[in-house]
């Protein structure tokens, strides 16, 4: 049997995750995940890959969503009401060009410290109605891609064995849901549909690891060449780069809990 050992969900695009125990399961994914991001005075996005220090960027946001708190070490946290209706404002997500709210100059005048780089803080606009690429087409914020990002702990296990070095945390590959209870690993790969919580997801790509995978998300820092330096040993995609977890579009929303169960209504073979 398996079952949902993790939740979690970003906030902000790049910034640390929260977990939780329970999550609303909407069309673009956990409830408040990648709805806000941070952009530099150009509009394009900031990343792990060259800001590492997002990763100790940690936001909460309000249940009601109108609240954004951004805490850090060795500053004073601030807390921002969100706003959802203001002018909005072009920004670039890689190539592709969105849409986002700036959220003023506190939170601005926050990260751009906090970063040592100017940088705005925006959101997702309600009329955001992004579609996202792979078999099953879905939606999603600010993420680089699809909605929901899966990885089974089978997968890290086996990682850690062809590593031979010190376990890898499960944090560098910032999953959305954790699975446990498959034996074999990177079944998450194979799973074409599955309900869980009352949901359903459809898969849609394989997920391709970045240098963001290289970053201690407790520190900050890059602390490469692990992981990339193995799964290029034995998890090259056949599209390119090495893949390491797999990516689904929200078929029905619902609501997830630790502990629930997968069902796998379908399954295909490896895109790997």
């Not at 959101?123 to 929901?148: F, N, Q």
């Amino acid at each position: 049997m398996a079952t949902v050992t993790e939740l979690r969900y970003y906030p902000v695009k790049g910034c640390a995750g929260v977990a939780a125990a329970q999550a609303e399961l909407t069309p673009a994914g956990l409830a408040h995940d990648r709805a806000f991001m941070v952009v530099d005075e150009e509009g394009v996005f900031r990343s792990q890959r060259l800001d590492p220090a997002l990763a100790t960027v940690r936001p909460t946001v309000a249940q009601d969503g109108r609240t954004l708190t951004l805490a850090a070490a060795g500053v004073e946290p601030v807390s921002v009401a969100v706003d959802a209706e203001g002018p909005r404002r072009a920004v670039r997500l890689f190539k592709l060009p969105l849409l986002g709210i700036d959220q003023g100059e506190e939170a601005a005048g926050w990260l751009s410290e906090v970063l040592g780089a100017r940088s705005r803080l925006v959101r997702v606009p309600p009329e955001h109605d992004r579609v996202t690429d792979g078999l099953v087409p879905g939606t999603s914020g600010y993420a680089d891609s699809c909605a929901v990002h899966m990885l089974s702990r089978a997968s890290l296990e086996r990682f850690d064995e062809l590593s031979g070095a010190r376990p890898m945390p499960m944090d560098r590959f910032r999953p959305n849901v954790v699975v446990d209870g498959w034996s074999e690993p990177h079944t998450e790969d194979l799973v074409r549909r599955v309900e869980v919580g009352g949901a359903e997801l459809g898969y849609a790509k394989l997920a391709i690891r970045c240098a963001v995978t290289l970053v201690d998300q407790d520190r900050g820092t890059k602390a490469g060449p692990e992981p990339l330096r193995t799964l290029a040993r034995y998890r090259r995609a056949a599209a390119g780069g090495v893949a390491f977890g797999s990516k689904f579009a929200v078929l029905r929303p619902g609501t997830l809990r630790v502990g629930d169960e997968l069902t796998v209504g379908a399954w295909g073979p490896s895109e790997l």
